[in-house]
């Protein structure tokens, strides 16, 4: 019988916490919605004591979010704890996941403790925890160069203080999947509760020598059966080990593993493309799994042979992950009856406001674009749905440029229901839009990055571009679409200024994360 291997996500904690990834509570509960859809046995929602942005964005999921279990993560300290059970204690399945560093350089350096003061923090604080709620997890930090005596010690006195599950961290991702599958091992042989207590033991890797997966794979074939992971890999620094290429690796070689997840892979295309839109981390086009080229066939040799028989060669079918070819659905003509019957056969669910404003923008992208596959129509509800507020709109967009012209932009936009234009130079026809926008909006960040890509084929696709603006210490991600792509262009960088500009009325007095401190 296959072994059922857990999948706890960390998207909304580790994965937030790379940089750039910032999300608003709003883009979390998304997120989280479909990590649900998603099937994962667990969300790691955030870090309750790290701002009162996190706490709230935790307790609206635990209260709204129902299957997985719902946790945050603490440092073995009784205000974090605390604050995570506030924030958690909404949930059916709440769960407290709490952590303290147990490498010599770790306890030495960074915590000023000495290994005895550690265990007995932690296990003191493990039995708080489990004084408040039902399910905790500890978390020895950097275990991967911890010494194994005192890390047998350690997760031992957790499991007796009620830890009913232990999450061994290669926090700086320095270990190799022979080491590490070894260390599993080695912990479950030499601690024997975890059997007697039927523990379950997880491992979280990073992926800073791009061995994430390999070793969350090799501690599973070693006895471990949770796995911490992320959307598209994201996470500090490399990126924590990839949930997409987990789950679809014990799946295509289940013959190998003989273990499996509950994970409704079906939604896993849908949940990559939302995390990448929401968090503006692109997913690179031969990126496993998900990327834009995992299951296209180049070379005409292998095309002639998937058109024979897709299995030579093809491990897995994309329609495995949801990736159904991008059909051409709808029409000008089209109502928006069969706009919203094609979005539900899409997964989306949109309120009457939400469908009016999607109509209309389809209607936009139908009269420039013959034909509107259904990727369009994603596109369509991420810029309708994700939004903020808008403080800021484009009504007329003229640009002049050329090889002669220096490139002037004449932007009106609509702020407050009046209308405002400017006109600027720059160095190409996007750089004249943004300043004419600056000028306008009176906001003067820095473009961190810019890109832009087609979404379908042909000169008359839409062209999506995301910025990436940053504002004291924040990043804000904008989108947009449009088969014009200076017109795609202002609406991105509006739309980024736009969410700077709401976070900075909602969110102004929140302290920003300590992420110094974290497994
Ligand atoms: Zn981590």
Same mark, same amino acid.
């Given at each position: 019988?296959?072994?059922?291997?857990?999948?706890?996500?960390?998207?909304?904690?580790?994965?937030?916490?790379?940089?750039?990834?910032?999300?608003?509570?709003?883009?979390?509960?998304?997120?989280?919605?479909?990590?649900?859809?998603?099937?994962?046995?667990?969300?790691?929602?955030?870090? $309750?004591?790290?701002?009162?942005?996190?706490?709230?964005?935790?307790?609206?999921?635990?209260?709204?979010?129902?299957?997985?279990?719902?946790?945050?993560?603490?440092?073995?300290?009784?205000?974090?704890?605390?604050?995570?059970? =506030?924030?958690?204690?909404?949930?059916?399945?709440?769960?407290? &996941?709490?952590?303290?560093?147990?490498?010599?350089?770790?306890?030495?350096?960074?915590?000023?403790?000495?290994?005895?003061?550690?265990?007995?923090?932690?296990?003191?604080?493990?039995?708080?925890?489990?004084?408040?709620?039902?399910?905790?997890?500890?978390?020895?930090?950097?275990?991967?160069?911890?010494?194994?005596?005192?890390?047998?010690?350690?997760?031992?006195?957790?499991?007796?203080?009620?830890?009913?599950?232990?999450?061994?961290?290669?926090?700086?991702?320095?270990?190799?999947?022979?080491?590490?599958?070894?260390?599993?091992?080695?912990?479950?042989?030499?601690?024997?509760?975890?059997?007697?207590?039927?523990?379950?033991?997880?491992?979280?890797?990073?992926?800073?020598?791009?061995?994430?997966?390999?070793?969350?794979?090799?501690?599973?074939? $070693?006895? $471990?059966?949770?796995?911490?992971?992320?959307?598209?890999?994201?996470? =500090?620094?490399?990126?924590?080990?990839?949930?997409?290429?987990?789950?679809?690796?014990?799946?295509?070689?289940? +013959?190998?593993?003989?273990?499996?997840?509950?994970?409704?892979?079906?939604?896993?295309?849908?949940?990559?493309?939302?995390?990448?839109?929401?968090?503006?981390?692109?997913?690179?086009?031969?990126?496993?799994?998900?990327?834009?080229?995992?299951?296209?066939?180049?070379?005409?040799?292998?095309?002639?042979?998937?058109?024979?028989?897709?299995?030579?060669?093809?491990?897995?079918?994309?329609?495995?992950?949801?990736?159904?070819?991008?059909?051409?659905?709808?029409?000008?003509?089209?109502?928006? &009856?069969?706009?919203?019957?094609?979005?539900? +056969?899409?997964?989306?669910?949109?309120?009457? +406001?939400?469908?009016?404003?999607?109509?209309?923008?389809?209607?936009?992208?139908?009269?420039?674009?013959?034909?509107?596959?259904?990727?369009?129509?994603?596109?369509?509800?991420?810029?309708?749905?994700?939004?903020?507020?808008?403080?800021?709109?484009?009504?007329?967009?003229?640009?002049?440029?050329?090889?002669?012209?220096?490139?002037?932009?004449?932007?009106?936009?609509?702020?407050?229901?009046?209308?405002?234009?400017?006109?600027?130079?720059?160095?190409?026809?996007?750089?004249?839009?943004?300043?004419?926008?600056?000028?306008?909006?009176?906001?003067?960040?820095?473009?961190?990055?810019?890109?832009?890509?087609?979404?379908?084929?042909?000169?008359?696709?839409?062209?999506?571009?995301?910025?990436?603006?940053?504002?004291?210490? &924040?990043?804000?991600?904008?989108?947009?679409?449009?088969?014009?792509?200076?017109? $795609?262009?202002?609406?991105?960088?509006?739309?980024?200024?736009?969410?700077?500009?709401?976070?900075?009325?909602?969110?102004?007095?929140?302290?920003?994360?300590?992420?110094?401190?974290?497994?």
């Amino acid at each position: 019988m296959a072994r059922i291997i857990k999948i706890f996500d960390t998207t909304l904690r580790d994965g937030e916490q790379c940089p750039g990834a910032s999300l608003n509570p709003e883009e979390k509960l998304e997120i989280a919605r479909q990590l649900a859809k998603l099937n994962v046995d667990a969300i790691e929602a955030g870090f $309750a004591i790290a701002s009162q942005g996190d706490f709230d964005a935790i307790k609206t999921i635990a209260q709204q979010i129902k299957g997985p279990s719902i946790c945050s993560l603490a440092r073995t300290k009784k205000e974090d704890i605390t604050r995570a059970w =506030e924030a958690v204690k909404y949930s059916d399945k709440p769960r407290i &996941h709490t952590f303290i560093a147990t490498s010599p350089i770790h306890m030495e350096k960074k915590l000023k403790m000495t290994p005895d003061h550690v265990y007995k923090q932690a296990v003191e604080m493990v039995k708080y925890a489990r004084s408040l709620c039902p399910d905790v997890e500890f978390s020895p930090e950097d275990a991967g160069r911890s010494d194994p005596d005192f890390l047998y010690k350690i997760i031992a006195g957790a499991i007796e203080a009620g830890a009913q599950t232990i999450n061994v961290p290669d926090t700086v991702g320095y270990t190799t999947p022979w080491e590490f599958g070894k260390l599993i091992e080695n912990i479950i042989q030499n601690v024997p509760q975890i059997k007697e207590k039927n523990i379950t033991i997880s491992v979280h890797v990073h992926n800073d020598l791009g061995l994430a997966v390999a070793n969350s794979l090799a501690a599973v074939l $070693a006895g $471990a059966n949770q796995v911490e992971c992320t959307i598209n890999g994201i996470g =500090e620094r490399a990126g924590n080990a990839s949930l997409e290429e987990v789950v679809m690796n014990l799946k295509t070689r289940r +013959d190998f593993f003989n273990c499996e997840t509950t994970v409704n892979t079906k939604e896993i295309y849908k949940t990559s493309r939302l995390v990448s839109n929401l968090t503006g981390m692109l997913v690179q086009a031969n990126k496993s799994i998900v990327g834009a080229n995992a299951f296209a066939h180049e070379a005409g040799i292998h095309q002639h042979g998937v058109l024979q028989d897709r299995r030579t060669y093809e491990i897995m079918q994309p329609e495995d992950i949801g990736l159904t070819e991008s059909k051409i659905v709808l029409g000008k003509h089209s109502g928006r &009856h069969a706009l919203q019957k094609k979005l539900e +056969d899409l997964g989306y669910k949109l309120d009457k +406001d939400a469908l009016e404003k999607a109509y209309h923008r389809f209607l936009e992208v139908a009269d420039k674009k013959k034909d509107v596959s259904e990727r369009d129509l994603e596109i369509i509800v991420a810029e309708e749905i994700y939004v903020v507020p808008e403080d800021y709109t484009v009504d007329k967009i003229a640009v002049k440029s050329g090889t002669h012209d220096k490139p002037t932009a004449k932007v009106q936009l609509i702020h407050k229901g009046k209308k405002i234009k400017a006109l600027a130079t720059g160095a190409g026809p996007v750089d004249a839009v943004y300043k004419a926008i600056d000028q306008l909006t009176k906001v003067n960040a820095n473009l961190l990055d810019y890109s832009i890509q087609a979404i379908t084929g042909g000169t008359d696709a839409l062209g999506e571009v995301t910025v990436r603006i940053k504002d004291k210490d &924040h990043i804000y991600v904008g989108h947009g679409a449009d088969t014009d792509i200076i017109v $795609a262009s202002a609406k991105a960088y509006l739309a980024a200024i736009n969410r700077l500009l709401y976070a900075n009325t909602e969110l102004s007095s929140l302290p920003s994360q300590d992420t110094t401190l974290q497994p």
